[in-house]
């Protein structure tokens, strides 16, 4: 008989996800990726779905603390594991609520990086933004950490700290693709987040001419 | 209460002050903190979930769908197909006239005209269950010879229209290429190229008491609605369209399989059933920019006049749609030359049907046009500059009516002044840093401004705010900020007061987001409905609990608008880095200076525009989707196969204006989604021939194309100059 109710399938299990300090109880099909657990049955929908193969970095959430793609991992292998999503990286309740056409989502604390985003304006349709956002806040701890990139000049151990330059943020956001082409006002929102060196002043205003 | 108002008056009392500043968008907290729900994530209760199930093979027939071992697995409640799916019509007539994309006609016979043709639908309870569904369907194919090999020199090529005639011509071309001192006789050629926006195409549809409700990812609610009527033959009004946020769409989010699969779905079923294309998926069915093959000769008099402008450029279509890439459409706005022509051909193969791709026609075909300006300016050892300011027309080439404002040569002027073009050495191949070559070049922009009727309401509270309701798209343009600061001047009060709602089919008919005149066209029918409520409310009235509210309909006051050459142009700048050793192009910085009209609110404007150059930057060193003419499926139809320029490919790019208001439209706008991208790939092109003296004729300009370059071209810059006119790449 066909069942709609994946418990009944002997290719399910039950699992407690810990996601935005909260435990979720829930029983999953072993095939669903941990980005459909939280889209589909926890109504977490921050994270997106742009390719379901890792290569645009849409689904970035925070697992453990570091950047990971929900993606490319089944959901019964994040239990146990800290699960940060958009919608807990703010204050509490920053990314509840907020029906459809309202101005504000919600009324919490924006994270930093959040609002930097906000201000720069780095995004166009948002759809990239959740990832974004999400792989900014845990780039900047990684950088602060001393993890070098594919462009830090001095990758000795013990090398001083390096500036979290443009170069710097550019290369380690590489992951997230953003096809509306907003790159330039992201970089400027995720270094003045990071109060790097080279901080730029605010959100341009006017035309020049 | 209906009122038409033909014109817009100038403002009697205080003076607009919304407009022109920059404001962060209205559903900017929506989208930063995940709370902003784009079509896949509004759950429904007891929502199925349908997946697509795509033709293995490029031409033939269905012979047999094997559905009942898939009826039988775990959460299938249906399998849809052309021996059981719904009826649908696709001989309707679309946008401006146009058929359908062909793919609405999906499930309706045993035809596969492509590779990647829905040939079934998968409904099951869950996600996974659908898509195992999908993946164990079994269909059976009797394959036929296909032809998938687009080339430029096919016989079998065709003039076709499309919303431009495929020929323009003036003058006698031979003639003047005889008397011509400096000749450029070049074919270039562009990729095929796919839009893909971040967000997948996804609709889920529902019948609600007697309607048809669609939730949908679309470039405009209310035209998707109409489509949907007239394919399933229903009355208009009874569907509804909702697009509330969409995740870019860039001309490819139209009325396509997804709705059509999602519709017979819940009609069968009797419950919402949503069907989302997966990112491989959207490489056959999302439609894509055709590639080009063009010839470009151009013709002058020593000092760099123009005498022959021709352009000819083919493209591909495929076998059960007509669409033409009309790229050498640019020259027509661009320059006059006493011959003049420019047309547009086309190759009918069994391949997906292409469509506009942001920026059609003027993107690959400025960047054949351009490129062959930049080969000209250094044959008549002019300035590139200086060359297209020497053929500024005074008028339309070839309608020879008047601009409705062109201030090209502002753009290149302050363009040169702030990009430091002054002090460039023009010989190719003698800038060093360390091992790159360094190059810098220029490339002109056009991109037509229009506007299309469109309804609107403007709705006045008694607590002193308003709501504009139109059904306008926000694919990323920052729209319904844009629409608000217009509301809000035209209503003169602060744009906090002023909520707008976009994307509901149920406000009446409206242009969609697409041929940059999203803005414009939506600002005509919001400005008069706002104008009109102010003066309402300034004789006193009182306002009811279900508030004052004013609609109108822009159908008349465009009518009355002069013909004109109303376009946008612009100046784009390049410097480039050329590592010769692995062929690698980087792009240093861009700045493009454009005169698009007035500009609504510079910080989403600026934005869009440097997202435009961006999309230049992709098109000129990255896009290529590579098709397999042996299956007629494309290699590597995924974002990692096909690279979209990424965070690490974009370092500096500066996007600015001059003032340049569009005459005869109510606050100016010409429009910005577009032009970003019109000469951004043939100013990279123009710039790695001045680092190294190469000059690529086909894009994108791969590290592979850089290296047989050097191969042939090189070493030191003397060399290559003695041979006269280096740096013929063996591409082209």
């Known amino acids: 008989m066909i069942t709609s109710d994946p418990t009944a399938s002997q290719t399910a299990g039950a699992i407690i996800l810990h996601v935005n300090g909260e435990k979720h109880a829930l029983t999953v099909d072993h095939r669903t990726t941990l980005l459909d657990a939280l889209r589909e049955r926890l109504d977490l929908t921050g994270t997106k779905k742009g390719c379901d193969h890792g290569q645009c970095g849409a689904c970035t959430l925070l697992v453990d603390g570091r950047r990971s793609l929900a993606c490319l991992q089944l959901a019964v292998a994040a239990e146990g594991r800290e699960i940060t999503t958009i919608e807990g990286v703010g204050g509490s309740g920053a990314g509840q609520g907020a029906g459809p056409g309202s101005e504000s989502g919600g009324q919490g604390e924006l994270h930093p990086v959040q609002q930097a985003f906000l201000e720069f304006d780095g995004f166009q349709c948002g759809y990239c933004t959740p990832g974004q956002i999400c792989s900014a806040i845990a780039m900047i701890e990684e950088h602060a950490a001393g993890w070098p990139s594919a462009v830090t000049d001095d990758v000795h151990p013990e090398a001083a700290p390096q500036p979290l330059t443009p170069e710097e943020i550019r290369e380690r956001m590489s992951g997230n693709l953003c096809r509306c082409g907003a790159y330039m006002s992201i970089v400027q929102a995720v270094g003045y987040a990071a109060g790097a060196r080279h901080t730029h002043s605010g959100p341009d205003e006017g035309s020049a001419a | ?732």
């Open chain 2, 1 to 732: 209460m209906t009122s038409t108002v033909p014109a817009v008056t100038a403002p009697v009392t205080a003076p607009p002050t919304a407009l022109g500043t920059a404001r962060t968008r209205v559903e900017g907290r929506e989208k930063i903190t995940g709370a902003a729900r784009y079509t896949g994530d509004i759950p429904l209760t007891s929502l199925a979930h349908g997946s697509l199930v795509l033709s293995t093979i490029a031409r033939g027939r269905i012979r047999a769908v094997d559905d009942a071992a898939v009826r039988a697995m775990p959460g299938v409640v249906a399998v849809l197909h052309h021996l059981n799916a719904p009826r649908v019509r696709g001989d309707y007539p679309s946008i401006m006239g146009m058929a359908p994309d062909p793919t609405v006609r999906a499930f309706q016979d045993d035809r596969v005209p492509h590779w990647g043709w829905p040939v079934a639908l998968v409904v099951a309870e869950t996600p996974e269950q659908a898509r195992a569904g999908a993946d164990a369907l079994v269909v059976a194919y009797e394959a036929e010879p296909h032809d998938t090999d687009f080339s430029g020199e096919r016989t079998d090529a065709f003039a076709l229209d499309g919303v431009v005639p495929a020929t323009l011509a003036k003058g006698d071309e031979e003639a003047e290429l005889a008397a011509s001192a400096v000749v450029v006789d070049a074919s270039y050629t562009t990729p095929e190229e796919h839009h893909n926006p971040m967000e997948p195409h996804a609709a889920t549809a529902y019948w609600q008491d007697g309607r048809l409700e669609v939730l949908d990812s679309n470039q405009g609610a209310s035209w998707t609605a109409e489509d949907l009527a007239k394919a399933f033959e229903l009355e208009p009004g009874t569907v509804r369209v909702r697009s509330e946020h969409v995740g870019g769409g860039f001309g490819s989010k139209s009325v396509r399989v997804h709705q059509i699969a999602a519709v017979m779905a819940a009609t069968e079923l009797q419950r919402p059933v949503r069907v989302a294309m997966t990112r491989r998926q959207m490489f056959s069915l999302a439609g894509y920019r055709s590639p080009t093959d063009q010839r470009v000769r151009l013709g002058a008099d020593p000092d760099g006049r123009l005498r022959v402008l021709s352009h000819g450029s083919v493209s591909q279509t495929s076998s059960v749609y007509a669409f033409v890439e009309p790229a050498a459409a640019a020259g027509r706005v661009l320059y006059d030359a006493a011959a003049h022509r420019t047309s547009a051909q086309v190759v009918s193969l069994d391949v997906p049907t292409p469509t506009s791709m942001r920026a059609p026609g003027m993107a690959p075909g400025s960047f054949a046009l351009e490129s062959a300006l930049d080969e000209l300016a250094e044959r008549c050892g002019l300035d590139p500059i200086e060359l297209r300011l020497r053929n500024e027309p005074s008028a339309g080439p070839l309608s020879g009516l008047p601009f409705a404002g062109r201030n090209l040569r502002a753009c290149f002027e302050e363009g040169a002044r702030r990009f430091g073009w002054a002090d460039r050495d023009p010989r190719p191949r003698v800038r060093r840093d360390g091992r790159w070559l360094l190059g810098t070049g220029t490339a002109a922009a056009t991109f037509h401004a229009f506007a299309v009727p469109s309804t609107a309401a403007v709705t006045a509270w008694a607590d002193g705010t308003f709501t504009v309701r139109i059904a306008a798209a926000d694919i990323g343009t920052g729209a319904r900020t844009a629409l608000q600061i217009v509301a809000a001047d035209a209503l003169r009060v602060a744009p906090e007061r002023v909520q707008v709602r976009i994307g509901d089919s149920e406000f009446g008919p409206a242009w969609l987001a697409g041929g940059s005149a999203g803005t414009s066209s939506w600002a005509w029918a919001i400005t008069p409905a706002a104008g009109e409520l102010r003066e309402r409310l300034a004789l006193g009235v009182d306002i009811p609990a279900d508030g004052l509210t004013v609609r109108s309909d822009s159908t008349t006051a465009l009518a009355g608008q002069e013909p004109a050459e109303r376009h946008s142009y612009g100046a784009q700048f390049a410097e480039v880095a050329v590592d010769p050793g692995t062929g690698e192009v980087r792009v240093r910085r861009m700045l493009g200076m454009f005169a698009a009209g007035r500009i609504v609110n510079p910080l989403t404007a600026r934005n869009q525009l440097v997202g435009g150059m961006v999309w230049g930057i992709s098109m000129a060193l990255h896009e290529e989707a590579v098709r397999d003419v042996r299956s007629g499926s494309l290699v590597g139809a995924d974002l990692a196969g096909y690279h979209v320029a990424s965070h690490a490919d974009v370092a500096h790019i500066e996007a600015d204006w001059v003032d340049d208001p569009m005459p005869g439209d109510p606050i100016g706008i010409k429009g910005v989604g577009e032009i970003g991208v019109v000469g951004a790939a043939a100013a990279i092109a123009n710039a790695v021939r001045h680092a190294t003296g190469v000059r690529h004729r086909r894009l994108p300009i791969r590290p592979d194309r850089v290296l047989c370059g050097e191969s042939v071209d090189g070493g030191p810059a003397g060399e290559s100059l003695e041979r006269g006119l280096p740096g013929e790449s063996p591409d082209a």
